[in-house]
Nanobody
Framework: QVQLGESGGGSVQPGGSLRLLCVGS????????TGWFRQAPGKEREFVCG????????KCRTLVKDRFTIARDNDKNTVYLQMNSLKPEDTAVYSC??????????????????WGQGTQVTVST
């Protein structure tokens, strides 16, 4: 089992920044790939960014790749999502999820085995 916990969400104005944290525990979290997903009200959950266990494979969806950065510190069992130039359309519940590293970083959430509870991000004036 892998347990995941997110933090760092909150309310910001458009153009602001937030850094989300995903802290893992249990089975060797550091050997799992990790993805960040988000779900806005009334919409399906969507992949945001992902990172392999050794950070060799990193990807973000096109809509955010110029504003969001994902990184990890395996010594701290933590994956970070740095979000800059936030827009109202970034408002969502952000969740992290772990996937066996050999499966890569698919966009489809069904491949991810372990999930955190999520953290709310609200971007508004």
């Amino acid at each position: 089992q892998v347990q995941l916990g997110e933090s760092g969400g909150g309310s910001v104005q458009p153009g602001g920044s937030l850094r989300l944290l995903c802290v893992g525990s249990g089975r060797t979290f550091s050997s799992f790939g990790t993805g960040w997903f988000r779900q806005a009200p009334g919409k399906e959950r969507e992949f945001v960014c992902g990172i392999s266990w050794n950070s060799d494979n990193v990807k973000c969806r096109t809509l955010v790749k110029d504003r969001f950065t994902i990184a990890r510190d395996n010594d701290k069992n933590t994956v970070y999502l740095q979000m800059n130039s936030l827009k109202p359309e970034d408002t969502a519940v952000y969740s992290c999820a772990a996937i066996p590293d050999e499966m890569g970083l698919p966009f489809a959430e069904r491949f991810y085995e372990y999930w955190g509870q999520g953290t709310q991000v609200t971007v508004s004036t």
